[in-house]
């Protein structure tokens, strides 16, 4: 089946500049900005501003360009909040959700980096 775009949803209208946003960082190919739910300390969603609506969408459709962009840019965040461990950082979550089992609320790719706490186990067990 293939992905249809949603542009109603909430994050193509902050890249349209319709509704404000806490901007972390931009590049040419990708935005990030603190969540306005935080789920711990530091919360931060990485969007690519192509019209990708989950992970396999962009993973199998995006530009390398876009790709790297996006990967550099969620690098370049966790070195900035502290988070990496590369950089002696505590370390951090980075999820996506993805449609109706993956609870995904917003059907623009996103990733969540979550840090500043222990976050415990990735998912409970059923
Ligand atoms: P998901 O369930 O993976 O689709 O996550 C959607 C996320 O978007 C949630 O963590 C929300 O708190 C967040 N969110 C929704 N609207 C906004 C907004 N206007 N600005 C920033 N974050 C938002």
Redesign the pocket.
């Known amino acids: 089946m293939p992905h249809t775009y949603d542009p109603t949803n909430?994050f193509a209208r902050?890249l349209r500049g319709e509704?404000p946003?806490k901007t972390v960082m931009e590049t040419p190919h990708t935005l990030a900005?603190?969540?306005?739910?935080p789920?711990a300390p530091q919360h931060v969603?990485v969007i690519p501003k192509g019209s990708y609506v989950t992970f396999d969408h962009f993973a199998a459709e995006a530009s390398a360009d876009e790709i790297v962009d996006f990967h550099r840019t969620c690098a370049q965040i966790c070195a900035d909040l502290g988070l990496s461990i590369g950089s002696g950082g505590p370390g951090y979550r980075a999820i996506?959700?993805a449609g109706g089992h993956g609870?995904?609320?917003?059907p623009h790719y996103?990733l969540?980096l979550i840090g500043g706490r222990p976050l415990g186990r990735m998912i409970e067990r059923a």
């Open positions: 909430v902050i509704i946003n900005f603190h969540d306005i739910a789920l969603l996506t959700n609870g995904q609320e917003v996103h969540h």
